[in-house]
T-cell receptor, first 114, second 110 residues
Framework: EAGVAQSPRYKIIEKRQSVAFWCNPI?????LYWYQQILGQGPKLLIQ????????DSQLPKDRFSAERLKGVDSTLKIQPAKLEDSAVYLC????????????FGPGTRLTVL | KQEVTQIPAALSVPEGENLVLNCSFT??????LQWFRQDPGKGLTSLLL?????REQTSGRLNASLDKSSGRSTLYIAASQPGDSATYLC?????????FGTGTSLTVIP
């Protein structure tokens, strides 16, 4: 069974530029999550999708971050414009359902904002 | 707001030793608790998932317990090996949110 795929693995941009990350969850997983992990901290949930609907985006900085999952499979997370403090690893995870199921994580995208 | 704490922040043990990692949380109204390991520069690997109605889960040399009323979970690793060296994270689900601890960095010395 293929795992959660993410691309790119690394991205370096200058502040005020835009960037987008892509995630393909495990086949059949209805729930998809985007996390931000700043160095030395645990992951912070940014947004959770159930199929193509948003379940929770309470911690997503909506003035600059956006995410979509149009067909209920792949998802993209965008930052526009980026700030220095956005430097982090962006992790995508998926699970069969939302409440009780195990989450499986992708390898992450390491973003550096200069 | 749920707060998750992991103690110790770092741990170094000789190979073969049994060890316990701790995770505590402030709000006992959780759906589940999950333990992960994270290797440097990589994503998280799921180790064990404990539902709120369960007391413990076991997988190979790993055993995780959950005491929801006291807001605590422990991860027991038996007969540690150098390959167990990694950062171990716990996460609790409260409502629609997941809250992670900052992890315990484990080094197993050959």
């Amino acid at each position: 069974e293929a795992g959660v795929a993410q691309s790119p693995r690394y991205k370096i941009i200058e502040k005020r530029q835009s960037v987008a990350f892509w995630c393909n969850p495990i086949s059949g997983h209805a729930t998809l999550y985007w996390y931000q992990q700043i160095l030395g901290q645990g992951p912070k949930l940014l947004i959770q999708f159930q199929n193509n609907g948003v379940v929770d985006d309470s911690q997503l900085p909506k003035d600059r971050f956006s995410a979509e999952r149009l067909k209920g499979v792949d998802s993209t997370l965008k930052i526009q414009p980026a700030k220095l403090e956005d430097s982090a690893v962006y992790l995508c995870a998926s699970s069969l359902e939302a409440t009780s199921n195990e989450q499986f994580f992708g390898p992450g995208t390491r973003l550096t904002v200069l | 707001k749920q707060e998750v704490t992991q103690i110790p922040a770092a741990l170094s043990v000789p190979e073969g030793e049994n060890l316990v990692l701790n995770c505590s949380f402030t709000d006992s109204a959780i759906y589940n608790l999950q333990w992960f390991r994270q290797d440097p520069g990589k994503g998280l690997t799921s180790l064990l998932l404990i539902q709120s109605s369960q007391r413990e889960q076991t997988s190979g040399r790993l055993n995780a317990s959950l005491d929801k009323s006291s807001g605590r979970s422990t991860l027991y690793i038996a007969a540690s090996q150098p390959g167990d060296s990694a950062t171990y994270l716990c996460a609790v689900r409260t409502g629609n949110q997941f809250y992670f601890g900052t992890g315990t960095s484990l080094t197993v010395i050959p």
